[in-house]
C-alpha cells in the first residue's frame, strides 16, 4: 500500500509538470476536421490529412486563408509550419481583419502576417501589414535570423501577440520585435499565397500544432540585441534601453537640438506638436528660411533611426558627420540620407543614375529600392543609417538596407571626385560629427528619431 501511494504520488508531480510546462495551451486544430474555422477571400483549398492542414494552391485566385471563427486580442500562439517548393509562399495572420465586401464581395483579409517565406530572401517570421502598410519588419533588420526557417522540414513559429508588441520566434530563434498599436483584436489566420504560374497549382502548405494560450500570459523576454520596430511615438522599449538606445527627441523640446551655426533653437520655422517635428513649408530653399538644425552631441559609430513623412513635392534630408567646419553657405555639409518626394520632385531626375533619389547618398550612391517598399507623402516611412567602427555605413527605408558602402575607401573617394562635394577636402570623413536635420524650403515631419552609439 506504501508502494502504491509513493507511486501514485510520483505521478501526480509528473502530471502537475507536464501541466506546468503547456500552461494554458488550447488547441485550435483538433487534428481531424476544420472545426472552429473557415476559408475566405480565395479559392484555394484546405483539408485535413493524418492530423495535419493541407493548404493547396489554384491558379487565378488571390490569396486565401484559413481564419478562425473566434477572435483573439492578447495570446501566445505556437504553429507548425512546412514548405515544400519556393512558390509556396505563406504566413500566419495574427490579429487579423476581414472586410467581406471588399475586391466586389470576395472579402479581403488584412492586418499583422508573420511571414513564411521560401525564397533566397529568407524572411521568414518578419512582419508584414498584410494588404494596408506593407512591411514593416523584414529580415534585413535581423539578418541571423534568415536561417532560422527550413524548407521542406517543419518549423515551429512562436507569435506572442501583447498589448501593443508583437514578438516571433522560429525555430527558437528570435526574429521579430514590433510595437504598434492598429490593432487590438482579431482571428488567426494560415495562408495559402496567390501563385503567378499554372504550373504551381496543386503545390501545398502544410500546418499542424496550432495552439493557443490567452490567461496568464508569460512572455518570453529577447535576450539578443535585436533592432525593435515601433510606429508609436518617441517611446523606447525596455530592450531597447538595455541595449544602449535613447531618444535624440521626447516629442516635448528641442532638447538636445540647436540651429546649424547657431547656439540656440530656431525660434521659428520648425515646431513640436503633437510629438512631431516638424518643419514648415517656406519658399522651397536651401536652409534659407528658418535652417537646418543639428545635435549638441557629436557621433562617431551608430545606429541612427527616425520616421519621417514628407509632404507631397517635399525635399529634406538627415546628414551625419556634419562638422559645422566649412563655411558654407546654405545647408551644412555632411553626408546626406536624402528624403524626397521622388515622383513630384525635379531633384530626382538629377545628378548621376538616380543618386539624389529617396534613402540615396546624397549625390554618390543611388539607394537600391523596390517602389512598393515606399510609403507615400503623407505616411510615415522608417528611415536607419548604420555606421560600424569599421566605417562601413548602411542606409534603410522602411527596413530594407538599400545603400552600403565604405567612408575612405577608393570606391568612396572615386564617387566624390565626380560629385558636387570634390571641392571639400576629405568630404564625409570626419572622425565625428554631429546629426542634422535639414530645412529646404518644404514640410517634412520626424518622430522616434533615436540612436544608439556602436563601439
Known sequence: MKFKIAYLSVLTLLTLTVQAQNGNWKNLFNGKDLSGWKAVAGKATFEVKDGVIEGTAVHGTGNTFLITEEMYTDFILEVDLKINHISSNSGVMARGQFDPAARNGQGLVYGYQIEADPTPRAWSGGIYDEARRGWFYPLDLNPAAK???????????????????????????????????????????????????????????????????????KPIPFKGDVFVVSTLKNELTDLEKKNGWKLLFDGKTSKGWVGAYKDKFPEKGWNIQDGTLTIQKSDGSESNSFG??????????FDLAFDFKITEGANSGVKYFVTLSEGNKGSAIGLEYQILDDVNHPDAKQGIDGNRTLASLYDLIKANKQPRFV????????????????????????????????????????????????????????????????????????KNIKIKPLK
Request: aromatic residues 12%.
Open 147 to 217: 536561417s532560422a526557417f527550413k524548407m521542406g522540414e517543419w518549423n515551429t513559429y512562436r507569435i506572442e501577440a501583447i498589448g501593443n508588441t508583437i514578438k516571433t520566434w522560429v525555430n527558437g530563434q528570435e526574429v521579430a520585435y514590433f510595437v504598434d498599436d492598429m490593432d487590438a483584436k482579431g482571428f488567426i489566420g494560415l495562408q495559402v499565397h496567390s501563385i503567378q504560374n499554372k504550373e504551381d497549382e496543386g503545390r501545398k502548405t502544410y500546418f499542424r500544432n496550432v495552439r493557443i494560450q490567452t490567461e496568464n500570459l
Open 375 to 446: 510609403r507615400k507623402p503623407g505616411e510615415w516611412n522608417q528611415g536607419r543609417i548604420i555606421v560600424y567602427p569599421d566605417n562601413k555605413v548602411e542606409h534603410y527605408i522602411n527596413g530594407v538596407k538599400v545603400v552600403e558602402y565604405q567612408r575612405g575607401s577608393k570606391e568612396y573617394r572615386d564617387l566624390v571626385a565626380i560629385s558636387k562635394y570634390k571641392v571639400w577636402q576629405n568630404f564625409g570623413e570626419a572622425k565625428e560629427g554631429r546629426i542634422l536635420l535639414q530645412d529646404h524650403g518644404d514640410e517634412v515631419s520626424y
Open 292 to 301: 537646418d538644425i543639428v545635435t549638441t552631441e557629436m557621433y562617431s559609430a
